[in-house]
């Protein structure tokens, strides 16, 4: 029976890790595609308008955070994760359609497949809105809680970071260079790839044993609310941050070395569009780095540690990137999805993309450390933690707003506020003061 048991959480830990990594590649398709949408003549170059993209996917956090929570709790894990699966391919068809129908014409100054684009965009989000509410307290509560709990998480973002990675540079060097006649069909076969993905996920998982690990039912009394635990308040706030920076950095990144008429990048239009993926692609593959590390230390190294002392380098490195002249030039090792490519850059891009080591454990300790102790409330809790993903929505959307006003450096204040707030989160937020609450 014992080994039963032992197959069985072995099953369910891998299938997990693998959604993990479906999370990243559908989320990562915005900040690529939303560059060919900022190019076309109606959207005239607007940082703001392309990230509306990224903006609808954590949009769809916002209002299926919590209700993901409460289908986690009458469904299960499996059934949830189904679902999600299926409305994620339907979100994909959705955003390929874009480029198929209502080719011409305007609404609101704006092209007609556009509006497309942006609901697809959103129908993606609530399927990675449902596996996240899936895969987080999942691996969580296989690992125990704790530090054995963190390092499973780190694992399934070792994953997530590596789709990361390749997805940027997989679209980036598919459009080459970006132009008004670029459009959504140049990227026809990333998302026909996302669509096959979808379909084969579905059919494997829905002949894989996944039992819920809390054993709990429908019927569970809840005599309080996840917010009823103070850290939980708190780490709510902190996932908001969290997100809007890790999205943000990488994204307006994009935007900054692929803009040859005002970022003083220095690259040739030829270079610009094929480089900004790469050097995103680079700060997903650091991110890969800190995870797997993290994933082998994260038995021994305390979540409260990991984020303290990332946190503190990560504001060092943006607060140096902020304040050094974009003349100032370096080299480094771009990766390029088939080995690494010597590339000058600015050091201030050089720094952001150093940043992927900072932002890697965060997501994992975040979730870790907020939820620690919560027992029957953890669902609920990651249903809520969800909705507040939308962070890496609203955050981008300002930093851009921010870019197009003033310069894509100083945007960066964006995410040196919410790297201020984890630091505090980790010192002092994450501390459980309701442990007389019955879990």
Not at 80 to 89: K, V
Not at 113 to 121: I, M, P, R, T
Not at 345 to 356: D, H, M, R, T
Not at 412 to 437: E, Q, R, T
Request: proline content about 3%.
């Amino acid at each position: 029976m014992q080994n039963n048991n032992q197959k069985g959480r072995a099953i369910a830990i891998v299938a997990m890790i693998f959604l993990f990594g479906m999370i990243a590649f559908v989320t990562n398709l915005a900040a690529p595609i939303g560059v060919i949408w900022k190019n076309q003549p109606a959207l005239q170059g607007s940082n703001t308008l392309g990230m509306l993209g990224n903006m609808m996917n954590f949009l769809a956090y916002l209002f299926m955070g919590i209700p993901s929570g409460k289908l986690l709790t009458k469904v299960g894990y499996k059934k949830t994760a189904l679902m999600a699966i299926a409305c994620g391919f339907l979100g994909v068809f959705i955003q390929y359609l874009s480029g198929q129908i209502f080719t011409d014409g305007l609404i609101a100054g704006l092209p007609a497949n556009f509006y497309v684009y942006l609901l697809g965009a959103f129908v993606t989000g609530i399927s990675v809105c449902m596996l996240n509410t899936v895969v987080n307290p999942m691996l969580n509560l296989l690992g125990g809680g704790g530090n054995k709990g963190n390092q499973l998480l780190q694992v399934g973002g070792t994953l997530n970071s590596f789709m990361g990675t390749l997805t940027p540079m997989f679209v980036g060097a598919l459009i080459g260079v970006v132009t008004k006649d670029t459009a959504i069909t140049d990227i026809n076969v990333v998302l026909y790839l996302a669509m096959t993905i979808f379909a084969l996920t579905f059919v494997i998982l829905s002949f894989i044993p996944i039992a819920d690990p809390e054993g709990q039912t429908e019927n569970t009394t809840f005599e309080h609310s996840p917010f009823a635990f103070r850290h939980f308040s708190l780490g709510v706030i902190a996932i908001f941050f969290y997100v809007g920076t890790e999205v943000g950095i990488p994204g307006t990144l994009n935007f900054f070395l692929s803009d040859t008429t005002t970022s003083g990048a220095g690259l040739s239009l030829a270079t610009a569009a094929t480089i900004g993926g790469f050097a995103a692609g680079t700060y997903w593959f650091l991110m890969l780095i800190g995870r797997f590390v993290a994933g082998l230390i994260a038995s021994k190294v305390s979540s409260k540690l990991m984020m303290t002392v990332t946190c503190c380098t990560g504001i060092s490195l943006i607060l140096l990137a902020i304040f050094l002249p974009k003349t100032v030039t370096g080299s480094m090792p771009v990766f390029t999805g088939s080995g690494f490519e010597i590339t000058t850059l600015p050091l201030s891009a050089i720094l952001l993309v150093l940043c992927g080591l900072c932002t890697s454990v965060m997501w994992s300790c975040i979730f870790n450390l907020a939820t620690e102790g919560l027992g029957k409330y953890t669902a609920q809790a990651s249903g809520i933690f969800m909705t507040m993903v939308v962070g890496g929505g609203i955050l981008p959307l300002v930093q851009n707003s921010i870019a197009d006003h003033t310069s894509y450096m100083f945007s960066y204040i964006v995410p040196l506020i919410g790297m201020a707030y984890m630091l505090f989160f980790a010192v002092w937020g994450h501390k459980n003061v309701n442990k007389d609450i019955a879990v």
